[in-house]
Protein backbone atom coordinates (compact mmCIF):
# COMPACT_ATOMS: atom_id res chain seq x y z
CA UNK A 1 0.00 0.00 0.00
CA UNK A 2 1.59 3.23 -0.98
CA UNK A 3 0.67 6.22 2.12
CA UNK A 4 2.25 9.64 3.15
CA UNK A 5 6.08 9.20 4.77
CA UNK A 6 4.05 12.32 7.24
CA UNK A 7 2.12 9.85 8.58
CA UNK A 8 4.86 7.55 10.25
CA UNK A 9 6.32 10.55 11.78
CA UNK A 10 4.76 11.13 14.98
CA UNK A 11 3.24 7.13 15.57
CA UNK A 12 4.15 5.64 18.45
CA UNK A 13 6.43 2.85 17.74
CA UNK A 14 5.43 -0.59 20.46
CA UNK A 15 7.45 -3.70 20.89
CA UNK A 16 6.26 -6.40 22.09
CA UNK A 17 5.95 -5.83 25.97
CA UNK A 18 5.64 -2.05 25.72
CA UNK A 19 5.97 1.05 23.94
CA UNK A 20 9.36 2.20 22.69
CA UNK A 21 9.19 5.73 21.67
CA UNK A 22 8.03 8.20 18.68
CA UNK A 23 8.73 8.44 15.00
CA UNK A 24 11.00 11.88 14.86
CA UNK A 25 12.40 11.13 11.18
CA UNK A 26 13.00 8.41 8.54
CA UNK A 27 16.67 7.53 6.69
CA UNK A 28 16.57 6.64 3.14
CA UNK A 29 19.23 6.03 0.99
CA UNK A 30 19.83 8.37 -1.76
CA UNK A 31 20.45 5.02 -4.75
CA UNK A 32 18.00 2.86 -4.03
CA UNK A 33 15.38 4.91 -2.45
CA UNK A 34 14.50 2.23 0.38
CA UNK A 35 13.64 3.55 3.81
CA UNK A 36 15.97 1.99 5.93
CA UNK A 37 15.69 3.30 9.30
CA UNK A 38 13.03 5.12 11.52
CA UNK A 39 15.08 6.89 14.09
CA UNK A 40 13.03 6.84 17.33
CA UNK A 41 12.32 8.96 19.69
CA UNK A 42 13.04 7.19 23.54
CA UNK A 43 11.49 9.96 25.54
CA UNK A 44 11.69 9.50 29.79
CA UNK A 45 12.00 5.57 28.98
CA UNK A 46 15.37 6.38 28.15
CA UNK A 47 16.41 9.67 28.88
CA UNK A 48 15.48 10.90 25.52
CA UNK A 49 18.26 8.94 23.84
CA UNK A 50 17.14 8.17 20.15
CA UNK A 51 17.13 4.81 18.76
CA UNK A 52 17.16 3.20 15.21
CA UNK A 53 14.20 1.07 13.85
CA UNK A 54 14.34 -0.76 10.84
CA UNK A 55 11.90 -2.12 8.61
CA UNK A 56 13.17 -5.79 8.89
CA UNK A 57 11.76 -5.39 12.41
CA UNK A 58 8.07 -3.75 11.27
CA UNK A 59 5.05 -6.69 12.09
CA UNK A 60 2.36 -3.95 10.76
CA UNK A 61 1.42 -0.61 10.75
CA UNK A 62 -1.73 0.40 10.11
CA UNK A 63 -3.05 3.43 8.37
CA UNK A 64 -4.88 5.26 10.59
CA UNK A 65 -3.77 3.80 13.41
CA UNK A 66 -0.66 6.24 14.52
CA UNK A 67 1.32 3.06 15.81
CA UNK A 68 3.73 1.42 14.28
CA UNK A 69 4.37 -2.41 15.82
CA UNK A 70 7.37 -4.25 15.92
CA UNK A 71 8.98 -7.79 16.81
CA UNK A 72 11.51 -6.85 19.38
CA UNK A 73 11.70 -6.40 23.53
CA UNK A 74 12.17 -3.23 25.02
CA UNK A 75 14.95 -5.01 26.22
CA UNK A 76 16.74 -5.22 22.95
CA UNK A 77 15.88 -1.80 21.88
CA UNK A 78 17.59 -0.77 25.40
CA UNK A 79 20.92 -2.40 24.65
CA UNK A 80 21.23 -1.72 20.82
CA UNK A 81 24.11 0.38 19.76
CA UNK A 82 24.01 4.31 20.21
CA UNK A 83 23.38 6.85 17.52
CA UNK A 84 24.39 9.86 17.24
CA UNK A 85 21.71 11.73 14.96
CA UNK A 86 23.93 15.06 14.51
CA UNK A 87 26.66 12.88 12.73
CA UNK A 88 25.71 10.73 9.59
CA UNK A 89 25.36 7.21 10.28
CA UNK A 90 28.61 5.47 9.11
CA UNK A 91 28.92 1.87 7.26
CA UNK A 92 29.92 0.86 10.73
CA UNK A 93 27.59 1.51 12.77
CA UNK A 94 24.87 0.06 10.17
CA UNK A 95 27.33 -3.18 10.34
CA UNK A 96 27.21 -3.01 13.99
CA UNK A 97 23.63 -2.11 14.20
CA UNK A 98 22.76 -5.78 11.75
CA UNK A 99 25.45 -7.74 13.43
CA UNK A 100 23.20 -6.82 17.08
CA UNK A 101 20.08 -7.62 15.53
CA UNK A 102 20.97 -10.23 13.36
CA UNK A 103 19.42 -8.46 9.95
CA UNK A 104 20.96 -9.04 6.38
CA UNK A 105 22.48 -6.16 4.90
CA UNK A 106 20.63 -4.62 2.36
CA UNK A 107 23.87 -3.34 0.35
CA UNK A 108 25.66 -5.36 -2.51
CA UNK A 109 22.54 -7.30 -3.78
CA UNK A 110 20.83 -6.59 -6.86
CA UNK A 111 17.10 -5.61 -5.31
CA UNK A 112 16.22 -2.81 -2.95
CA UNK A 113 17.03 -5.25 0.18
CA UNK A 114 19.97 -6.61 -1.02
CA UNK A 115 18.81 -10.20 -2.79
CA UNK A 116 15.28 -9.68 -2.30
CA UNK A 117 12.33 -6.80 -2.70
CA UNK A 118 11.56 -6.86 0.49
CA UNK A 119 12.59 -6.18 4.28
CA UNK A 120 12.13 -9.73 4.93
CA UNK A 121 14.96 -12.65 6.11
CA UNK A 122 14.71 -16.12 8.08
CA UNK A 123 14.59 -15.52 11.86
CA UNK A 124 15.05 -19.18 12.61
CA UNK A 125 18.52 -19.27 11.78
CA UNK A 126 19.40 -16.75 14.39
CA UNK A 127 16.55 -17.28 17.37
CA UNK A 128 18.94 -19.37 18.94
CA UNK A 129 21.88 -17.22 19.27
CA UNK A 130 22.38 -14.35 22.49
CA UNK A 131 21.95 -10.28 21.08
CA UNK A 132 25.03 -8.89 19.59
CA UNK A 133 26.41 -12.55 18.27
CA UNK A 134 25.08 -12.58 15.01
CA UNK A 135 26.75 -12.42 11.94
CA UNK A 136 26.01 -9.70 9.16
CA UNK A 137 24.56 -11.66 6.00
CA UNK A 138 25.99 -9.80 2.69
CA UNK A 139 28.85 -8.31 1.55
CA UNK A 140 31.03 -6.37 3.79
CA UNK A 141 32.95 -3.14 2.41
CA UNK A 142 36.11 -3.18 -0.06
CA UNK A 143 38.64 -1.30 0.63
CA UNK A 144 37.05 0.80 -1.94
CA UNK A 145 34.45 1.58 -0.28
CA UNK A 146 34.55 4.27 2.63
CA UNK A 147 32.94 2.91 5.92
CA UNK A 148 31.46 6.52 5.94
CA UNK A 149 29.28 6.75 2.97
CA UNK A 150 26.53 5.20 3.37
CA UNK A 151 24.33 7.36 1.46
CA UNK A 152 21.84 7.55 4.28
CA UNK A 153 19.49 11.30 4.01
CA UNK A 154 16.82 12.15 6.20
CA UNK A 155 13.56 12.96 4.98
CA UNK A 156 12.92 16.19 6.80
CA UNK A 157 16.15 17.38 5.28
CA UNK A 158 14.99 16.55 1.62
CA UNK A 159 11.65 18.38 2.15
CA UNK A 160 11.84 22.30 0.54
CA UNK A 161 14.39 20.86 -1.80
CA UNK A 162 13.42 22.46 -5.58
CA UNK A 163 12.82 20.54 -8.53
CA UNK A 164 14.52 21.94 -11.72
CA UNK A 165 12.66 20.47 -14.46
CA UNK A 166 14.83 20.68 -18.27
CA UNK A 167 13.83 23.98 -18.62
CA UNK A 168 13.89 25.95 -14.99
CA UNK A 169 12.80 25.68 -12.02
CA UNK A 170 9.08 24.35 -11.31
CA UNK A 171 8.48 23.02 -7.88
CA UNK A 172 9.96 22.39 -4.62
CA UNK A 173 9.64 19.10 -2.37
CA UNK A 174 7.16 18.63 0.00
CA UNK A 175 6.42 14.94 0.94
CA UNK A 176 6.96 11.47 0.06
CA UNK A 177 5.36 8.61 -0.86
CA UNK A 178 6.02 4.80 -0.44
CA UNK A 179 5.13 1.60 -0.46
CA UNK A 180 4.72 0.03 3.09
CA UNK A 181 5.41 -3.37 1.71
CA UNK A 182 8.60 -3.02 0.02
CA UNK A 183 9.66 0.11 2.36
CA UNK A 184 10.57 2.04 -0.41
CA UNK A 185 9.72 5.78 -1.70
CA UNK A 186 7.87 5.21 -4.93
CA UNK A 187 7.14 9.85 -5.15
CA UNK A 188 7.92 12.93 -4.32
CA UNK A 189 5.51 15.09 -3.58
CA UNK A 190 5.92 18.16 -5.34
CA UNK A 191 4.47 21.49 -4.58
CA UNK A 192 4.39 23.88 -7.50
CA UNK A 193 2.51 26.56 -5.92
CA UNK A 194 5.02 29.23 -5.93
CA UNK A 195 6.59 28.58 -9.07
CA UNK A 196 3.12 29.32 -11.34
CA UNK A 197 0.21 31.20 -10.39
CA UNK A 198 -2.97 28.93 -9.86
CA UNK A 199 -0.11 25.50 -9.22
CA UNK A 200 -0.87 22.24 -7.46
CA UNK A 201 0.54 19.47 -5.58
CA UNK A 202 2.22 16.59 -7.87
CA UNK A 203 3.84 13.72 -7.58
CA UNK A 204 7.66 12.68 -9.18
CA UNK A 205 8.52 8.98 -9.40
CA UNK A 206 12.01 8.86 -7.99
CA UNK A 207 12.29 6.73 -10.93
CA UNK A 208 12.35 9.98 -13.04
CA UNK A 209 14.73 11.52 -10.94
CA UNK A 210 17.98 12.43 -13.43
CA UNK A 211 20.40 13.82 -9.84
CA UNK A 212 19.95 15.52 -6.82
CA UNK A 213 22.57 18.28 -5.88
CA UNK A 214 22.98 17.88 -1.76
CA UNK A 215 24.61 20.74 -1.72
CA UNK A 216 22.68 23.21 -3.75
CA UNK A 217 19.28 21.96 -2.34
CA UNK A 218 17.59 20.67 -5.73
CA UNK A 219 16.22 17.54 -7.52
CA UNK A 220 16.65 17.33 -11.40
CA UNK A 221 14.29 16.11 -13.81
CA UNK A 222 14.48 15.32 -17.58
CA UNK A 223 10.39 16.05 -17.63
CA UNK A 224 9.68 19.62 -18.77
CA UNK A 225 7.99 22.13 -16.85
CA UNK A 226 4.98 22.11 -19.51
CA UNK A 227 4.50 18.54 -18.68
CA UNK A 228 4.87 18.46 -14.76
CA UNK A 229 2.07 21.27 -14.68
CA UNK A 230 -0.28 19.66 -17.04
CA UNK A 231 0.00 15.99 -15.05
CA UNK A 232 -2.14 14.87 -13.25
CA UNK A 233 -2.87 16.76 -9.59
CA UNK A 234 -2.43 14.60 -6.07
CA UNK A 235 -4.67 14.90 -3.12
CA UNK A 236 -3.10 13.98 0.01
CA UNK A 237 -6.52 13.52 1.29
CA UNK A 238 -7.06 10.67 -1.37
CA UNK A 239 -4.64 7.56 -0.92
CA UNK A 240 -2.77 6.90 -3.85
CA UNK A 241 -3.83 3.67 -5.93
CA UNK A 242 -3.16 1.75 -8.76
CA UNK A 243 -5.83 3.79 -11.11
CA UNK A 244 -3.93 6.63 -10.25
CA UNK A 245 -0.50 5.55 -10.58
CA UNK A 246 -1.17 3.77 -14.06
CA UNK A 247 -2.96 7.26 -15.45
CA UNK A 248 0.14 9.17 -14.35
CA UNK A 249 2.54 6.87 -15.64
CA UNK A 250 0.47 6.94 -18.73
CA UNK A 251 0.70 10.73 -19.00
CA UNK A 252 3.88 10.25 -19.18
CA UNK A 253 4.39 8.06 -21.60
CA UNK A 254 6.39 5.13 -19.00
CA UNK A 255 6.19 1.88 -18.24
CA UNK A 256 4.64 1.01 -14.63
CA UNK A 257 7.64 0.10 -12.10
CA UNK A 258 4.63 -2.55 -10.65
CA UNK A 259 5.38 -4.06 -14.45
CA UNK A 260 8.93 -4.89 -14.18
CA UNK A 261 10.73 -7.71 -12.57
CA UNK A 262 12.73 -5.81 -10.32
CA UNK A 263 10.89 -2.89 -7.80
Do not use: C
Not at 96 to 120: D, S
Not at 190 to 216: C, H, M, Q, Y
Amino acid sequence: MLRNIAFLQGSAVKASDGDVGTVRQIYFDDEAWGVRYLVVETGDWLRDRQVLISPYAVSHSDPGSSAVHVKLTRLQVRDSPNIDTHKPVSRQHEIQYLRYYGYPTYWGGANIWGMGAYPAFDESATAALPLGAFPVVGPAPGADDPLADTHLRSTEGVKGYHIEAIDGSIGHVSGFIFDDEAWVIRYLTVDTRNWWPGGKEVLLATEWIESIDWFGSSVSTMLTRDAIKQSPAYDDAIPVNRDYETALYEFYGREGYWSKQRV
